[in-house]
């Protein structure tokens, strides 16, 4: 296979997640050194119900926190494409990664126990449904969060952050997933990403001078994507390189 865009860190595959993510776990395998892994990912809720792949059945009005109900180009984002497409990529990522930070909708009980709960905390609201106002975008975490050793934080962020329309239906804040690479990765490690979208995973990779790995079936938006990658700065403070000590002369 040849990659959609390769440039410095960042690699995006155009095509389906279930058969590109074996792929790309087996072919690291196979490596002297293989990197760790680390899936970060806003995979589709399963969110319509029939009827509303229709876009004129939909929210087309958009929303700040890229949280609109609005149709993908050819996936149908129902309960049961969710539970057959999704929730396969999603544990196969989950099993072979070091750790995991998966943004989640209505079905948390569909997908695998996590090893703690966190998301965003959106005080202005994210949306409505039956009980009201929608506050709170949950993560589900999975391993243990890096460097704990050096002590704990927390796993939930306070947020007013929007995202900016750039033609993807439903496209996170940048400040989210900067947020959440922060504290589900360490310098050295790789980002996947097998629910790319846009790219915003990437994008905010890049910036912190991470290398990722992104995978999406629909071509426009991997499109998208490389615009925006192509337009991102390098990350102003690179990974400092360990010192070596010199040995003392006898």
């Not at 497409?85 to 930070?101: D, E, F, M, Q, S």
């Amino acid at each position: 296979m040849k990659p959609y865009y390769q440039k410095a860190n960042v690699t995006i595959w155009c095509g389906d997640s279930r058969v590109i993510l074996p792929e790309i776990i087996a072919s690291r395998l196979e490596r002297p050194v293989p990197e760790d892994f680390v899936l970060i990912t806003d995979p589709p809720y399963g969110v319509l119900e029939p009827g509303d792949f229709n876009p004129r059945v939909c929210d087309d009005r958009g929303g700040p926190h890229g949280l609109a109900r609005k149709p993908y180009a050819t996936y149908q984002d129902t309960y049961e494409n969710f539970v057959s497409t999704v929730i396969p990529v999603l544990n196969l990522g989950i099993k072979n990664c070091i750790r995991a930070a998966v943004f989640t909708g209505p079905h948390i009980t569909e997908q695998e126990k996590p090893a703690a709960l966190g998301g965003i905390y959106c005080p202005s609201g994210s949306g409505r449904h039956q009980w009201g106002y929608k506050t709170l975008l949950p993560v589900l975490f999975y391993g243990t969060a890096p460097n704990l050793d050096k002590g704990a934080r927390s796993n939930v962020m306070q947020s007013a952050a929007v995202a900016h329309k750039n033609g993807h239906p439903c496209p996170k804040p940048l400040d989210w997933m900067l947020w959440l690479i922060r504290i589900a990765s360490k310098e050295g490690e790789v980002i996947i990403d097998p629910f790319n979208g846009s790219g915003t995973t990437l994008v905010a990779a890049k910036l912190l001078g991470r290398a990722a790995v992104g995978i999406d079936l629909e071509e426009r938006y991997c499109e998208i994507a490389v615009k925006r990658l192509d337009k991102t700065p390098k990350p102003l403070f690179l990974p400092e390189k360990p010192k070596i000590p010199r040995k003392r002369l006898l």
